[in-house]
Nanobody, 130 residues
Framework: QVQLVESGGGLVQPGGSLTLSCAASGFTSDYYAIGWFRQAPGKEREGVSC????????YYANSVKGRFTISRDNAKKTVYLHMNSLKPEDTGVYYCAADQNIPKYIVAVVRGTPMTIGSWGQGTQVTVSS
């Protein structure tokens, strides 16, 4: 059973930076995508970024492109989301998510389409406010 444990959320001022971590375990195949979704109050959950464990390709939602960077440490089985130039609209609960349907995950992130994800973390709160 896949387990995802997030950490690193918190309160940050606009323009600031924050890094989220997701420790992953339990994968039985190397073919999957892992990344981040977020949910702001009163809004639907949306894809933010993902990385294909198959070939290492990374993908971003337009709203975070150029500001957020996803990376992974295969030895530690950990995925990171480095968030820079944070804006109040980045506020929300950030969820680490993994799924074996890589193409569908990519579309969910890049086009913002809804997707049923196979594995979720518990979520970590990110608040961008002065």
């Amino acid at each position: 059973q896949v387990q995802l444990v997030e950490s690193g959320g918190g309160l940050v001022q606009p323009g600031g930076s924050l890094t989220l971590s997701c420790a992953a375990s339990g994968f039985t195949s190397d073919y999957y995508a892992i990344g981040w979704f977020r949910q702001a109050p009163g809004k639907e959950r949306e894809g933010v970024s993902c990385v294909s464990n198959y070939d290492g390709s990374t993908y971003y939602a337009n709203s975070v492109k150029g500001r957020f960077t996803i990376s992974r440490d295969n030895a530690k089985k950990t995925v990171y989301l480095h968030m820079n130039s944070l804006k109040p609209e980045d506020t929300g609960v950030y969820y680490c998510a993994a799924d074996q349907n890589i193409p569908k995950y990519i579309v969910a992130v890049v086009r913002g389409t809804p997707m049923t994800i196979g594995s979720w973390g518990q979520g970590t709160q990110v608040t961008v406010s002065s």
